[in-house]
């Protein structure tokens, strides 16, 4: 049977309860205490000691009975870029109503122009002059509200460019280098011909590492973690010491991607190196 691995939280604080012989993993988060009366480690309620206790405990929690603090969003691209689009935006609508007060101007000085039956002569030529004042406002603000169009269409087209990206060749080359550092190995080569590499590749490659370390290890045991199985892989000699950590490595961010809500610009990189964690992990196991 699987042991109980449980979490709460007070609103300062974070509440872990463990096997005892798993102490040395709780005391690997900074910060911990001891709780003698409810027999459990407690933390302070923050987001960098969320993310610790997700990251090695992620796997054996059943359930995730904490959450993270909110945090503000790190600026990004796209962010600015979007920020940029609404500037412009606004500055069209303000030329919007400049335009319409000056069309409204004319419409009046037309129509007075229309009804008025006295002092023609003088009227007209203050008419004129205003027409004029006019057009000559509309001709300076025409220039920079086709300037701002022209503007306002490229940052747009720059959103969409980012938001397609080129992954599809990114991903390839990848692959090509996963082949070449693997020597071609069969397994993990048929494995990632198959693996898009978006936010499911790490929880894919975990799934993958899980079922060759119970390959290795002869046991069908579907209760064992993926920490226990290199736990147990580690104790049967059968992964050296840089194994163990590209494996951990794999575990840890397949648990922060599978349970955390990330900054979205750091899901890229999170792939990549879960990916290439993978590619420099499996000529190190055993055939």
Same mark, same amino acid.
């Given at each position: 049977m699987k042991r109980a691995f449980t979490t709460w939280e007070s609103e300062t604080e974070y509440f872990l309860?463990?096997?005892?012989?798993?102490?040395?993993?709780?005391? %690997?988060? %900074?910060?911990?205490?001891?709780?003698?009366?409810?027999?459990?480690?407690?933390?302070?309620?923050?987001?960098?000691?969320?993310?610790?206790?997700?990251?090695?405990?992620?796997?054996?929690?059943? %359930?995730?009975?904490i959450t993270r603090p909110s945090a503000p969003t790190g600026k990004y691209p796209i962010v600015n870029l979007k920020a940029e689009n609404q500037k412009l935006k606004d500055e069209l609508g303000r030329l919007n109503k400049i335009l319409a007060e000056k069309e409204n101007i004319l419409k009046i000085i037309t129509n007075e122009k229309d009804h008025s039956k006295t002092s023609i002569e003088s009227e007209n030529k203050t008419l004129q002059i205003a027409l004029q004042t006019v057009k000559g406002q509309l001709d300076d603000v025409m220039p920079k509200y086709e300037l701002l169009q022209n503007q306002l269409k490229e940052k747009e087209n720059e959103i969409s460019k980012l938001n397609k990206g080129e992954s599809g060749k990114i991903d390839q080359q990848l692959k090509q280098i996963a082949r070449y550092s693997t020597g071609n190995d069969r397994d993990f080569c048929n494995f990632i011909d198959k693996l898009p590499l978006d936010r499911s590749a790490p929880i894919e490659i975990a799934k993958h590492l899980e079922n060759t370390l119970r390959k290795l290890l002869s046991t069908n045991d579907r209760n064992l973690s993926l920490h226990d199985l290199i736990t147990q892989a580690r104790d049967a000699e059968i992964l050296t010491e840089e194994a163990i950590q590209l494996a951990h490595l794999i575990r840890r961010h397949r648990n922060i991607l599978a349970h955390e809500k990330i900054d979205i610009k750091t899901q890229p990189a999170r792939v990549i190196l879960v990916f290439i964690s993978a590619t420099l992990l499996w000529p190190l196991l055993p055939e």
């Open positions: 309860k463990i096997p005892f012989d798993q102490k040395d993993r709780a005391k %690997s988060i %900074s910060g911990y205490r001891w709780d003698t009366e409810q027999k459990c480690w407690f933390y302070p309620r923050t987001a960098r000691i969320y993310d610790s206790i997700i990251s090695e405990f992620g796997d054996d929690l059943v %359930s995730i009975e």
